[in-house]
């Protein structure tokens, strides 16, 4: 792959390993826009949030070339293979990060455990335009295509005009067919949380393990300027999602409270 | 351990490990305060994030127990470690969650990648009042000492008025004498981003390896408002840290841009 002046140079990983059906078609939609370099783990990893691989080594390899895409798998996490791309693997600094299609949705506080979003996040971090797209469906048949139109629009909207600073997008899609979606919103991420019930079994040795499970639980449903309001109602969600984590507007009466 | 009727119960983690020494100073600064049931992992799980176990089995063991604590191990992160033990391990939901006292500093953008934070952000999801403490020093033989007075301060302020919902606190202890320090102040993460600079190895068989390595970058120095600033002029840092990462404030653009 040569990168020509005038080329876009598009980062593109995912957490649901390289043969999931959202990376792949995420790929073939960037390649519509410029030169994609692809990294991901060959294994899922979802679930890594922003986690760092600290203690092993990392590995990465190339696995395919041609005219538009080169494709490198990596063991790290999500973050770690948009450090390793940024740092070692890129010719340059690339003008698009984009993250998906992830298998699932990430709203609300999701983005908080998303390895999709951490990715995206981590690309923000390095002043790269960043992108995280999830499809609202766990169905091991999902139809990603539905997805197409609105990566495009969106992506057209970025090269318009770049993001302000420490600000990377969050967008949902509906997982049901092109023409039932009504449009695309602009919301904030819904207040909510995840109900565990971790399943307690005994393995063949008779100890004791637990599994991870659990629900969403979505504090208000009834608000219609949240991103699970808009993928229940069959909306695009579209959050602007900010690597400062402060609460500013309790910053005031924080410093009132502790120097009572 | 007995949890009577109007003891405190405390929930403490952190991810560097159940030998960490900042682990066993917040144990001991805890007990002053009430019950406390302290989850952790043997070793170390620094830099996880919110990272959630999703594809291996969760394992707990009961280490220890006395009057005033109960001491379990997990293999999990330690978001797992929150998770499990609100929900299948405490008699009851409990009072506070802390988690450090780490060792090193969770200043800006640290809060992403911080298992320290990370905890602290699972218990405010769960709705406990929930606080971080680092201290800033990597240095083997750091004292964790000089947090004494701090950490009770501050506790002292929560059990008088609970924190919104949403909202927990990033407190980083600069690693001075006590004397030294001259307060605390309330403030906001600072911008800032990690340069690597990977190392390139070549293991035994001659194939080539990656180490994550890098350094801080405070993209403002000067502003007086930050937790990095704070920290550098000998101030405990204190930044409440939302689990709301949506851009508000530019919710109302992006909604222009979009419908262009």
Known sequence: MVIEKGDKL???TNDDGLYATGLKTLLETMEEFGKVVLISTLESRSGMSQALTVKTPIRVKLLDEDEKHRIYTCNGTPTDSVKLAVNQLLDRHPDFLVAGINHGANTSVSVLYSGT????LEGCLYGIPSVGFSLNSFAPDSDFS???DFIKLIMNRLMDEPLP???CLNVNIPAVG???IKGIKVCRQSRGNWKEEFEKRKDPMGKTYYWLAGYFNNQEPESDDTDNWALD???VSVVPVTVDMTAHWFLDELKERLDR
């Open 10 to 12: 598009i980062l593109l």
């Open 117 to 120: 979003m951490a990715a995206t």
């Open 146 to 148: 539905v997805c197409h």
């Open 165 to 167: 600073p420490g600000i």
């Open 178 to 180: 092109r023409d039932e």
């Open 233 to 235: 109602n069959n909306y």
